[in-house]
Nanobody, 119 residues
Framework: QLQASGGGLVQAGGSLKLSCAAS????????MGWSRQAPGKEREFVAA????????QYSDSVKGRFTISRDNAKNTIYLQMNSLKPEDTAVYYC??????????????WGNGTQVTVSS
């Protein structure tokens, strides 16, 4: 089970930090990631992190502004979002999978957390 939290309303240029807590055994056996879905749009990849955190990937739209990290001792991943833009407004979902780093193919998905960026 994956539980995302940390969303909210923020002004453009502001920051938010999302968390995703996983109720799984051997959390380090799972690659993790974030996707988002804006109203009327398809879900899109945001960021991914490998099993032990040595590899991270970002979409071009968030690269340099967002940072994904994980704390395997706490079974949690994070998404630090800085310099937020109105176009970052979306529901953010976390995902997990034992075998792939491709977020769209991950097997397990959590609830979403709403991020709204006002201009």
């Amino acid at each position: 089970q994956l539980q995302a939290s940390g969303g909210g309303l923020v002004q453009a240029g502001g920051s938010l930090k999302l968390s995703c807590a996983a109720s799984v055994h051997t959390f380090s056996s799972y690659a993790m990631g974030w996707s988002r879905q804006a109203p009327g749009k398809e879900r899109e990849f945001v960021a991914a992190i490998s099993w032990r955190g040595g590899t991270t990937q970002y979409s071009d739209s968030v690269k340099g502004r967002f940072t994904i990290s994980r704390d395997n001792a706490k079974n949690t991943i994070y998404l630090q979002m800085n310099s937020l833009k109105p176009e970052d407004t979306a529901v953010y979902y976390c995902a997990a999978d034992r075998h792939t780093l491709v977020v769209s193919r991950m097997e397990y998905w959590g609830n979403g957390t709403q991020v709204t960026v006002s201009s």
